[in-house]
């Protein structure tokens, strides 16, 4: 049986990017060239706020105190999940020296970074979760310096939950600040933060855009496009499940695509019965989201069998991927596209997102087909070294010569050919390009 579309997307995840282009790279520069005086004069345009920019201790103590004790508690909980998971990412890079000949000795050494700046967003919906996502995991790989920014609402401030969470995970600083103003003040050092060596976090088209543009100077988790969710699920699937996790997903923003793959039509045609009705559920900020994502981003695709199954999803390469379908073992040795993965019912993208200590930076629009999400090793340069003794140097000095000259580099071939006249006087070497 080949493929079916029994919902085909109308629409494709893109921005209108050459006009997010234009505007960004205009605040950037005219920010670049006018520093801290230009930031401040966005932010009263787009923040609406004209409050304590770098927060203080006693403006951050006195966050903490207006946040729930049980959300304290869960932000305590998601913190330590965050961080274990991040700590044994970390220990799966190890320093280490190795002889390559006799007398030629080369390593590999994980050094994190100085500076990272973790945007948080806080727009529409306040980003705990990614407070502890982006700061817990530059903390672990050991980032001296560690600066979250947020947008703060108008007149208002930064939300308090996102505050604590950030001063609890980590933060060495907390700016108030949103969008490609925030963003600027983390690359270029404004207002006496240090100039960031790596942009995270997620964030909405402009923010995005930023990274990209300043991707080069700076390093950046990735570059991130709408989120989106792919479920795999059979005969065994409960399509209720199915169906409100789909839902859960598309209410992130309008343009956020959700697929479904099956090789059961009946899973399929109850699990589109059970969303529209499910969207109708929502409170009205989420259901606006949910009910466009679902109407014009949204696929429900049938397969033949599991391995048509498995290969749709590697072709979509899908930032959250969910497997609700016997065999679990089969499905994690099988699929090799995903920025996450979530095995079985009793796991959730939501639970990734929040507390379960995976990352939720992840890789979208197919990205996941060639990278992964946020880790401790994006906060890390992998840097090698080496030393030599002058007879183990011989062997390479002689090769590097010929190499360089067969290439044409004769300054390259002559730093080869001064060491071996140095160290072995008298002695002949062939290290002409000939044979």
């Not at 108030?176 to 963003?183: F, I, T």
Request: proline share 5%; with cysteine.
């Amino acid at each position: 049986m080949p493929t079916e579309y029994l919902k085909k997307a109308p629409r494709h995840s893109r921005s209108d990017a050459s006009e997010t282009r234009d505007i960004v790279r205009g605040i950037l520069d005219d920010i670049e060239a006018r520093g801290d005086a230009a930031a401040l004069e966005y932010a009263a345009k787009f923040d609406r706020y004209e409050g304590e920019l770098v927060l203080s201790p006693e403006a951050i103590e006195a966050a903490a105190a207006r946040v729930p004790e049980k959300l304290r508690r869960d932000i305590e909980f998601a913190h330590d999940n965050v961080r274990k998971f991040a700590e044994a990412q970390k220990a799966t890079v190890a320093d280490f020296e190795v002889e390559v000949v006799p007398g030629l000795i080369a390593g590999q050494k994980a050094i994190p970074v100085h500076a990272a700046g973790c945007y948080v967003p806080g727009g529409r919906y306040s980003h705990i979760a990614s407070a502890i996502m982006t700061v817990t995991t530059a903390k672990v790989a050991g980032v001296r310096n560690i600066v979250a920014c947020s947008p703060p609402r108008p007149d208002v401030g930064i939300n308090p939950a996102i505050i604590h969470a950030a001063h609890v995970c980590g933060a060495d600083q907390i700016l108030a600040m949103g969008g490609v103003q925030g963003v600027a003040a983390m690359t270029f050092g404004l207002f006496g933060l240090p100039k960031a060596n790596i942009l995270v976090g997620p964030g909405n088209q402009f923010v995005a855009e930023a990274k990209r543009m300043l991707f080069g100077r700076v390093g950046i988790d990735m570059i991130a496009g709408p989120t989106d969710s792919l479920i795999l699920a059979d005969a065994t699937a409960d399509p209720m499940i199915v169906a409100t996790d789909l839902v859960g997903q598309a209410e992130h923003g309008y343009n956020s695509p959700v697929w479904l793959v099956t090789d059961d039509r009946a899973l399929a045609e109850e699990v589109m019965r059970l969303v529209p009705l499910l969207i109708d559920d929502l409170p009205e900020v989420n259901r606006d989201n949910a009910t466009a994502a679902w109407r014009d981003y949204a696929e429900v695709i049938l397969c033949s069998d599991r391995e048509e199954m498995a290969a749709t999803s590697d072709t979509y390469a899908p930032e959250h991927l969910t497997v609700q379908a016997a065999d679990l073992d089969w499905w994690l040795g099988r699929l090799t596209c995903y920025g996450s993965l979530f095995l079985g019912e009793e796991t959730t993208v939501a639970f990734g997102d929040k507390a379960s200590g995976t990352n939720h930076v992840l890789p979208t629009s197919g990205a996941a087909s060639y990278t992964g999400g946020l880790s401790v090793h994006k906060y890390m340069k992998i840097v090698t070294w080496q030393r030599a003794t002058r007879e183990g140097s011989r062997p390479v000095a002689e090769a590097t010569a010929r190499i360089a000259r067969l290439e044409g580099m004769e300054g390259h071939a002559r730093t080869a050919d001064i060491r071996l006249r140095k160290y072995f006087p008298g002695e002949t070497f062939d290290l002409s390009a000939e044979g």
